[in-house]
């Protein structure tokens, strides 16, 4: 059903109609013996302006289109500008949900060197035995293992023009621009928590593994290396690996599950031999796994594990209670940031930094799944 004009015209915001009745206004006044003689009528004209918005999809195409018709240039000028949907630009950022996930839940220290100390007793000799009067009472030896962690200073530095910071009115730059560094702070930290920096060993930026440990990558009597059955379909192995090594586990309660979005999507996928899905949901997932929680991070896409003889282990997922990690820092030490101006390059500077060292405190307290590589064959 077609609308007339005025139905069309009540459908307007305020600005609109303005620049509707502007433009008829100044139509009339400068055009009014021109129409006379030439037979122009008003109303036809506005039809037609109306019948093309709705081909081109927009009232201000039409008008614009039309505006040379009733001598008025710059028609634009009268329609409203735009607005910003939110105060601020938002971030373009990866998903980085597992970044409060992980901050929130290790074990912080008040102080930044982290000691474990472990004595062995599980070796068969240092068993109580019994004693045949006469023998000789043989006396029990058993091993100490200490580890220390040492503190380690990560940062993000920036800075802005003072012209710029005055010249921008629409909203806090200094506040956007610091909330950008400590969300880039959070996550550098909490990625390297988990599977490291994922910079190379010899980057001058890189983060000290030796004072930071990750766990995918900690030694062996604290994370356990548990690799792929040979089972054809690498997702059925995943779960299977994870079901059969748990026994090992000796963490603190239910561990979380840290992989990515395609694993577990691969594994909802699974169908037994009538075509029915294994599983459902998540929380099944969860269920068959003896874990409180999947958390997915794209980051660990592609990532690889180099153990100590050289050998590459694609890694698919890391199981982990994350109170058994401790992060300690001491006074200052904490997420600090700091402001200075330059009066030589008449520009504000920002630095926020952290000290501390983290690392596994419960040995066997988390499990990396890992697949071997195939090692091409030079001869090939």
């Not at 012209?163 to 390297?192: C, G, N, Q, S, Y």
């Not at 779960?239 to 840290?258: Q, W």
Request: charged share 30%; aromatic share 8%; with cysteine.
């Amino acid at each position: 059903m077609e609308q007339t004009i005025q139905e069309i015209i009540d459908a307007m915001t305020d600005d609109q109609q303005a620049a509707v009745y502007a433009m008829i206004g100044a139509a009339l006044e400068e055009g009014t013996d021109d129409m006379a003689q030439s037979g122009i009528d008003v109303e036809e004209e506005l039809t037609s302006i109306f019948s093309d918005a709705k081909k081109m999809g927009s009232l201000k195409d039409s008008f614009l289109a039309h505006a040379e018709d009733y001598g008025i240039e710059d028609i634009d000028e009268l329609f409203p500008t735009e607005k910003n949907l939110s105060n601020t630009p938002r971030f373009i950022t990866n998903r980085n949900e597992w970044v409060n996930k992980i901050l929130s839940a290790v074990h912080k220290l008040p102080f930044s060197r982290v000691k474990s100390l472990f004595a062995d007793i599980t070796a068969d000799t240092i068993r109580s035995k019994g004693y045949i009067k006469g023998s000789l009472k043989e006396e029990d030896v058993f091993t100490l293992m200490k580890r220390t962690t040492e503190p380690y200073t990560i940062y993000k530095k920036g800075k802005l023009d003072r012209d710029d910071i005055i010249d921008i009115t629409d909203f806090e730059v200094v506040a956007w621009i610091k909330e950008e560094m400590r969300m880039k702070l959070d996550e550098e930290l909490a990625r390297t928590i988990v599977i490291g920096d994922g910079r190379d060993p010899v980057d001058p930026y890189k983060i000290d593994e030796e004072c930071i440990r990750p766990v995918y990558n900690d030694a062996d009597l604290y994370t356990i290396k548990v690799k792929l059955g040979n089972e054809e379909n690498k997702y059925k192995a995943f779960i299977n690996a994870v079901i059969r090594s748990r026994k090992e586990y000796r963490g603190s309660g239910m561990p979380t599950l840290f992989t990515t979005d395609d694993l577990i999507s691969e594994i909802l996928l699974l169908e037994d031999l009538n075509g029915r899905k294994l599983y459902n949901s998540e929380a099944e997932i969860k269920s068959t796994l003896r874990v409180a929680d999947i958390v997915t991070m794209n980051d660990m896409t592609g990532l690889v594990r180099t153990d100590s003889e050289g050998n590459k282990f694609d890694v698919h997922g890391v199981i982990v209670n994350l109170a058994d990690y401790s992060v300690g820092a001491d006074r200052g030490g904490q997420v600090a940031m700091f402001d200075d101006f330059d009066i030589d390059y008449n520009q504000e500077k920002f630095l926020i930094e952290t000290r501390c060292a983290g690392a596994l405190t419960i040995p066997y307290s988390a499990m990396v799944i890992e697949e071997p590589q195939i090692a091409e064959d030079p001869e090939a």
